[in-house]
């Protein structure tokens, strides 16, 4: 009760301080009140997780009844476009997930021939980082959680280490693409990136990123993959594995896939489709999920109303739309263009210092927070850059990757990790402490965000 009683006292407590703050440097009194709502929604939403959409509700309503903002701009700042994006791609991932399909990604990769800890190891990371690449981290985690326990339990194994290793590639996977997590969509809607630049310039980061990590992976639990190898030898061939996983691809999942496919192939062809037919940049991209939601549910029209409201999560949409209103008022009353050229004036303008700072302090901040609303925080003030005349291109890569990689560091840095240490605990009352995450994943998240670093300062490729 204390605890929660000192928590409620610190939600209202920082957000006025940083009002009056704000005011005493020169901010004026709307753009002082949204920095203090906006504060109190990210405070709500560290402190009282399950009332964050509560906070979000409130806020946007104090910031309409104090004439902060108007109604047209709320909705203009609602990000939409990313919202119903979001809808089309959770209506076609429940589709595919009636179809078992991910089961049967699963046990295809996992035929291998003499299989051992190291293969295993491998395997898993990379179709974890894969499949969020392709679908949303949370799916993709839900699945590979459910085959890792599994197979330890048949093996008779720790799960924890490979668990552990599935969520550190899955976040780094879904830096990727544009469709791997929330933020993506929302850096390429705001940015104006297409499919194609992520390709070209987050996807190789990204699998560089993922061969350091398996590496480090295969140092740091070396004597668990030891153990798992005497294991292995132990209880034969993997035959019994293979049939405890094996799911046949039927013809509806024949069908589901026809259907996913051409919504991926859509997508990467978006930006020369939308030239092509001179349509505005990323229509195609947030439409074409929509089209194939449509479909879907006129070819099963029967279980059409339970896509909607079962496999569309809600209340995290909503949540999301909010939280982009409350972003997208600080750049309404000026307070993120301010906050710009503050910064401009302390570094001098100098791009690499830009860099440097965006990239280490969302990195920093998605260890902490939901990487959603970090980036939410962060994209007004990246616009108020643009509005000084800076280069902003490699500022996004910087966001995206400090908002994925950093989410590695500690238990609470992203829903993926949420979700499967949640899994863990209801399925075999197993609790992963804070320092035996924390000892792994700040290893694999500085140096995997190191690399970006480097590689953001010093390629020409991303300026």
């Keep these: 009760m204390k605890r929660f009683i000192f928590k409620f006292i610190l939600l209202f407590l920082i957000p006025l301080a940083l009002g009056l703050f704000s005011r005493s440097v020169g901010f004026n009194y709307p753009q002082a009140l949204s920095i203090s709502i906006f504060s109190v929604s990210i405070l709500g939403t560290l402190f009282f997780w399950d009332f964050r959409l509560s906070f979000a509700f409130l806020g946007t309503s104090i910031l309409l009844l104090t004439q902060v903002i108007d109604l047209n701009n709320v909705i203009k700042f609602a990000s939409l476009e990313v919202i119903l994006f979001l809808v089309g791609m959770m209506v076609l991932i429940g589709l595919l997930k009636e179809a078992g399909l991910f089961a049967w990604l699963v046990s295809l990769i996992l035929r291998i021939r003499n299989l051992t800890s190291q293969k295993f190891l491998i395997a898993i990371s990379v179709i974890s980082a894969f499949l969020a690449c392709a679908v949303d981290e949370v799916t993709s985690i839900i699945f590979m959680v459910a085959a890792i326990l599994e197979i330890c339990d048949y093996f008779e194994v720790d799960p924890v280490p490979f668990i552990i290793c599935s969520v550190l590639t899955t976040n780094i996977g879904s830096s990727g693409t544009v469709l791997g997590n929330p933020i993506g969509i929302l850096i390429a809607a705001k940015a104006h990136l297409s499919f194609e630049d992520f390709i070209i310039k987050a996807f190789p980061l990204m699998l560089l990123c993922l ?112 939280l982009f209103a409350q972003a997208g008022t600080l750049k309404y009353t000026g307070a993120t263009d301010f906050l710009a050229k503050k910064i401009i004036g302390i570094t001098g303008g100098d791009p690499r210092f830009l860099v440097s700072t965006i990239l280490w302090l969302s990195t920093i901040g998605s260890g902490i927070l939901d990487n959603v609303v970090l980036v939410a925080a962060f994209i007004p003030i990246i616009h108020g850059f643009e509005a000084l005349n800076v280069n902003i291109q490699t500022l996004w890569w910087a966001l995206l990757f400090g908002g994925c990689l950093g989410g590695n560091i500690t238990l609470i840095g992203s829903t993926a990790k949420i979700v499967a240490l949640g899994i863990l605990e209801k399925e075999r009352r197993i609790r992963i ?29 991303y300026r």
């Design 211 to 322: 061969a350091v990590t398996i590496s480090l992976l295969r140092i740091l639990y070396r004597k668990t993959l030891k153990q798992f190898d005497e294991k292995i030898r132990e209880l034969g061939a993997n035959e019994m594995l293979i049939r405890l996983i094996s799911v046949p691809p039927e013809r509806e999942l024949r069908v589901c896939l026809g259907i996913f496919g051409a919504t991926l192939l859509f997508i990467s062809l978006h930006h020369r489709l939308e030239l092509f037919l001179g349509l505005e940049t990323n229509t195609i991209l947030l439409i074409a999920p929509l089209i194939s939601a449509g479909l879907v549910m006129i070819w099963k029209w029967r279980k059409a109303r339970d896509y909607i409201e079962k496999d569309v999560e809600w209340w995290t949409l909503l949540f999301f739309l909010l």
């Design 433 to 461: 402490t804070f320092f035996r995450w924390f000892r792994i994943g700040l290893s694999v998240g500085l140096i995997t965000t190191g690399l970006v670093w480097f590689a953001l300062i010093s390629l020409p490729f």
